[in-house]
Structure formats: C-alpha cells, structure tokens
C-alpha cells in the first residue's frame, strides 16, 4: 500500500496538464526517436563500408521510424515531425497558424539533440571510418551520416524541384490517408501505411539528394554538424564529394 501510494503521488506530481507543454514534449519525443533511427540506419550503413547496412536497410529504417514516431506522439501533438506537414495542416485550417513556429523549433531542437546522440553513438566508428578527419566531401566523408548532399551531377534548380515534388507528395499521401472520405485505414494501422508511403518515395525518388522530405530532418542535424567539427563547409552545395547523394 504504501509503495503503491507513493507512486500514485508521484504520478500526480510529475503529470503535465498544460495541453500546449504536453504537445510540445509529444512532438519533441518523437521527433528525437524518427531522427535518431533514421540517422543511426545511415551511420551504420557508412561506418561499416555497407557490410552492416546498405541502401534498402537505411530507408527501412527511416521509414519505420516514422512510424514508430507517430504511434510515440500521435496521440497528443499529432506526432507532425516535420514543418511541411505543419505547415499544410495550417493551411487546411487544421492546425493554428500560432502553434506553428512553436512546432518547428521543437522540431528542429529535437533533431539536433538525435544527431549529437547518433555522433556519440556511432563516435568511434565515426572517427575510425574518416581516418581522424571529418570532411564532408572525398571517399570517406561522414557529413552524409547526418544531412542530406546533392549528387554530383545534381544542379541547384533540379534539387529544389526535388524536394518540391518529394515532400509534396509526402504531404498529399498523408492527407489522402487522413481523409475519412476516402477508403478508410484499418484503426491503428494508420501510421503503418504512412511507413509504406515513406518507403515507396524513399526507394523512387532518393538518388538526386537523399529523399530527406523534412526540413527539420536535414537542418537540425546539419547545425550539428557545423558546430561538432565539420565546419561551414556543410553549408555549402559540394560538388565531387566521392560518394554522390546517397
């Protein structure tokens, strides 16, 4: 009795119920677990010359965290995870415009904390793989782990388009899906579909500039890698970087 009212205290005492802090938790959870595994499939991949990983594993892995990040914070905030999609909500009327910049620096801080946790993570294979330099360019450049790269033959207009067209038809698969009009998605499978979604554009239209179909997926971790090491130089659109857009 006594360690059950103990934690019933202590239950109601860390219990949040300011709505606005809950989604904003929500969002940052999973946004931080979509990021981490996406980035950690790509490490994995690179750090071990594709022995442990290749193309298909990291887009699995991306894809499965999208869905494993709804199910975390679907509940709450609605699990956005990405701008586009926040931004298209407010422009549906089905998200306040003045939540909106509020959800993209969750966002954004959520993946540059995943990134600093891939870095330690993967820190020693990091630092074995690139031979003691971080490049984001050359053979064994490591930049890519974190942030999305043009192929080389990848002209700036063609990777905007790019990722107009991708994250365009992100955003019109997820509202298809959500649209109860349309041919309804067994309850609970929701985010399972959305998955499959990720993945069919991740596997067709990922070689241009590394499919990443969310800003915050490819700024935050970039910011991370300006400061951890890798300098300005990931600001930079890179040409002949060895390795192409993968």
Not at 18 to 29: D, F, I, P, W, Y
Not at 66 to 90: D, E, L, R, T
Not at 225 to 231: D, R
Request: aromatic content about 10%; glycine content about 12%; overall charge neutral.
């Amino acid at each position: 009795m006594g360690t059950t009212s103990f934690l019933t205290r202590t239950r109601s005492l860390l219990r949040i119920r300011n709505q606005l802090v809950r989604e904003c938790l929500a969002e940052l959870l999973s946004t931080f677990v979509l990021i981490i595994i996406t980035l950690s499939g790509t490490a994995q991949k690179i750090t071990s010359f594709e022995t442990k990983g290749n193309l298909l594993t990291s887009y699995l892995a991306g894809a499965l965290a999208v869905m494993v990040g709804i199910y975390i914070g679907g509940g709450i905030s609605g699990a956005h995870m990405n701008p586009a999609f926040s931004f298209a909500m407010c422009l549906m009327e089905q998200f306040p415009w003045w939540k909106f910049p509020i959800f993209v620096v969750v966002q954004t801080l959520a993946s540059f904390v995943s990134a600093g946790a891939v870095y330690i993570l993967y820190y020693d294979a990091i630092w074995h793989y690139s031979n003691g330099t971080l490049t984001v360019s050359g053979p064994r450049e490591t930049a890519s782990i974190f942030a999305t790269y043009p192929a080389d033959y990848v002209s700036i207009a063609n990777g905007f388009l790019d990722q107009v067209i991708g994250t365009g038809v992100l955003i019109i698969g997820i509202m298809g899906i959500m649209d109860t009009r349309n041919k309804g998605v067994p309850k609970g499978l929701e985010p399972v579909v959305v998955a499959l979604l990720v993945l069919s554009i991740e596997s067709s239209m990922g070689s241009n500039c590394g499919c990443p179909l969310n800003p915050v997926r490819d700024i935050g971790p970039r910011l991370f890698t300006y400061v951890a090491g890798w300098g300005p130089e990931v600001f930079r659109w890179v040409e002949g970087r060895g390795r192409g857009g993968d």
